[in-house]
């Protein structure tokens, strides 16, 4: 796609060509947030319609959604209900809004919640609790589909809260779901290779609920909070 053709990119009369599916939603968050980013789009600016959009690129809705979710996630636009999004910003924000969360508070609670969950989960874990978390982990590994593979990430963290046996963990972990749904989608689309590393990292953390043993399991959780807190310092600092 060429956006020097027009002055804008997502605005009436811009003619892109189809994207090819990278993924699609990429190509589509790369090409506007390139777009606000160089000042092809002005603040101020309104972006087209979701269908517009998804004509313009030769993408679906649901790819349009999921780019603008994370042009929002970085400050860059916003959404307002029967109005359409706009642009607010030409370069990211200072913390991302994910949901009903923003990512410093995410990365600050995360911790607390989770790591002492997936020890607990080592020494409470059932039978059907490990069935559920390697077909989860099996299932990310081959998903080609962005979106789907958020929803089996955010959902793995929620069966680890369950696997926990503390209603308390799987009620606050259920409570941020669709933030961390929201922030594992706008990761996999701006930093390079994250999905993979995630995927290793859920798999370090299912061997070691699934070893039985609490201080592995808290400490590989650890480390993929940790490895998620970097990706997203690394989108705020560029």
């Not at 980013?37 to 269908?51: I, P, Q």
């Not at 963990?169 to 999905?195: G, K, M, P």
């Not at 798999?203 to 808290?218: K, M, N, T």
Request: with cysteine.
């Amino acid at each position: 796609m060429n956006l020097s053709d027009s002055r804008t990119a997502g605005q009436q009369g811009a003619t892109p060509s189809p994207l090819a599916r990278l993924s699609a939603a990429e190509a589509v968050f790369n090409a506007i947030r390139g777009a606000i980013e160089s000042g092809k789009l002005a603040v101020g600016d309104k972006l087209n319609s979701e269908a517009a959009l998804a004509q313009e690129y030769g993408v679906s809705r649901s790819v349009i959604r999921e780019a603008l979710r994370s042009c929002n996630a970085l400050g860059l636009t916003v959404t307002r209900t029967g109005r359409g999004t706009f642009v607010v910003a030409d370069h990211v924000a200072n913390d991302l809004v994910l949901g009903q969360f923003s990512a410093r508070d995410l990365n600050e609670a995360r911790p607390h919640i989770e790591v002492p969950a997936a020890g607990l989960a080592a020494e409470r874990r059932t039978a059907e609790d490990l069935d559920i978390l390697r077909a989860m982990v099996a299932s990310m590994v081959v998903e080609t589909d962005p979106e789907a593979w958020v929803v089996l990430d955010s959902g793995f963290h929620a069966a680890i809260a369950r696997a926990s046996g503390n209603k308390v963990f799987e009620s606050v972990v259920a409570d941020i779901r669709d933030a961390l749904t929201h922030q594992s989608e706008t990761l996999n689309l701006v930093t390079e290779d994250r999905q993979h590393a995630s995927n290793e990292e859920h798999q370090r953390i299912l061997d070691a609920i699934e070893s039985g043993s609490a201080p592995d399991a808290s400490t590989a959780m650890s480390a993929h909070l940790r490895a998620v807190a970097d990706a997203l310092d690394s989108i705020l600092k560029q």
